[in-house]
């Protein structure tokens, strides 16, 4: 069974940073890639940034770009988001996903499989 648990979030003030993270279980993690998703309230679900099996190859939502980091620790069955300069905007529940294959396809065909967390909530205040 897989299971995908994100912690990390909190309340910041714009302009600081946070560190989500999302522990695997059920699943060689290190096969997989992985991808970030967030959704604000009253809107969609959308995609943050996603990363290949090793973390040699990333892909971003060009609003993240540049403040936004993905990664992974495939030792320890962990992604990573670290976001900084965070803005109002950010504000979201952040989820994880991971995908059956190792590439990135699924994220840029938007292809996305049904293995979700439950989510971290992200706050940022003016």
Known sequence: QVRLVESGGGLVQAGGSLRLSCAVSGR???????????????????????????????????????????????????LYLQMNRLKPEDTAVYYCNTDDSAGLGAYYSETYSNYWGQGAQVTVSS
């Open 28 to 78: 060689t993690f290190s096969m997989c890639a992985m991808g970030w998703f967030r959704q604000a309230p009253g809107k969609e679900r959308e995609f943050v940034a996603a990363i290949n099996w090793n973390g040699g190859d990333t892909y971003y939502a060009d609003s993240m770009k540049g403040r936004f980091t993905i990664s992974r620790d495939n030792a320890k069955n962990t």
